[in-house]
Every structure is written in structure tokens, then in C-alpha cells.
């Protein structure tokens, strides 16, 4: 196998994973939603690296919601469902 192919395998396996959606609460107790393969580690970096604009200074956040979805497509798919969300029906989605 060649190095191109095997990178794309990794990738297309990667991708392939179940991935989570997550909502987590902020400092300022805003509402951060996300999309992510390890939702502790992803945490974990919002809590420790500025690489997210929103929640660079909205630390420390803490985990409120998670949802495994088939693969990255369908996370991605419905993390931008509930980014569409109001405030009131996230915290519904929450408490269920």
C-alpha cells in the first residue's frame, strides 16, 4: 500500500468512528457546542489552549451534554442543528 493511500485510509477511518456532539457550559454560562472523537479530551483542550476563539476567555467549561453519532457527517450534521437551537431548548435537550 502506498503512503498516500494508507494516509487516506487512516482518515477515511478516522472519519468512519463514531464521533460525539457536545454541549458544554461556559464561564459566563454560555453554551458552547461542539463536535468531537474524545469529548473528555476536547474538554479538556478548551480548558487548557486558547485555539477555540469562543472559549478562550468563557474558562472553565464544563460538560453538560453528549451525543454519540454514527461518524463525523452525522455529528457535524446535528451539531449544526443544535447550534441552531435557542438557549431554552438546549437546556431542554440537556435535562432529557
Request: aromatic share 10%; glycine share 4%.
Amino acid at each position: 500500500m502506498s503512503e498516500v493511500s494508507c494516509l487516506l485510509t487512516m482518515k477515511k477511518g478516522i472519519y468512519s468512528n463514531p464521533w460525539c456532539v457536545y454541549i458544554a457550559e461556559c464561564k459566563d454560562k454560555t453554551l458552547y457546542t461542539g463536535a468531537a472523537l474524545d469529548v473528555e479530551k476536547r474538554i479538556q483542550d478548551h480548558n487548557t489552549t486558547n485555539k477555540c476563539r469562543y472559549t478562550r476567555f468563557r474558562k472553565p467549561l464544563k460538560l453538560m451534554y453528549r451525543e454519540v453519532c454514527g461518524n463525523y457527517h452525522l455529528a457535524r450534521k446535528r451539531e449544526e442543528e443544535i447550534k441552531r437551537f435557542s438557549k431554552g431548548k438546549k437546556l431542554e435537550l440537556i435535562r432529557s
